[in-house]
């Protein structure tokens, strides 16, 4: 026996098919079905150069292998070839490509600081922190006693400026309207037992003005109150305290806020007056005070 026989079969190479392959397999039918390169383009997607190309076998022009490999199993439906034996065509005829090199990550070698590194480096972090601290944080800790004392009188006084202010005008409208009272009607004489509320009451003319409102809060527990007339006026605007019995009146209507409607008791005109629920929003009220 020779080398030749003792050879097995399956290592003969194999034998390349011969005839029309991948994309020219799909050509030819397609030219035996009379259909026309730009009907295929059009179920494909593609230009009908890309198309030319496919039945050519020019794959590269159609991007990575996954696009190719999915335009010629669709041909392949379209012109009824099986897909199988066009997808073996492929594989034969990039046999070289189907392989990819071997690529290896290359590993970097470490590179250690040398000592004069890290020193020149502490270095430079020192006489930089020594600096700041010479030429900015000295200099404003130095500073800084000396800017605090005069800021805190100015902003002190303006405060208490401005309370003994709304004092004043509270104070002034009070006596304007006392004193117009006492112009108008002669002073009564008045018991020393009457409460504080009796007496506010009496000092009230009994008729109202023409378009005025007259207005007459008796405070049952602490209530921020703002009242203003129809001009804009401001007749109160203060917090109210417990005890304490306001009357106002000015043009018609006034508008009047409560920011604890349940602590007030009110008077207009003369006569007791209820807030409705419509005026109310949860402990605070807002009401248009008309005239009679």
Known sequence: MNDETDKPEE??????????????????????????????????????????ALERNDFDILGAPVFAKGHLRKYSQLVGVDHEDVLTDYYRLTRSQSIPPVVTARIRPKR????????????????????YWLFVAQPFASEEPVNQTPVATPVEVQTEDETLSDEADVASDEEQAVAAVEEAQPPATQEPDLPQADVAESLLPAVVAEGDVRLSITFMGDCWTEIFDANGQRLFFDMGRTGRTVNVSGRSPLSVLFGDADNVSLRVNGSDFAIADADRRGRTARLMLHAP
């Open 112 to 131: 250690d600081l040398s000592p004069g590194a890290w020193i020149a480096g502490i270095v430079v972090i020192l006489v930089a922190g020594l600096g």
């Open 11 to 52: 290592d003969a190479p194999e034998a390349e098919p011969q005839g029309p392959r991948g994309g020219e397999r799909l050509a030819e039918a397609r030219r035996e079905r009379q259909i026309s390169v730009l009907e295929i383009a059009k179920e494909l997607h593609l230009d009908e150069p890309k198309v030319r």
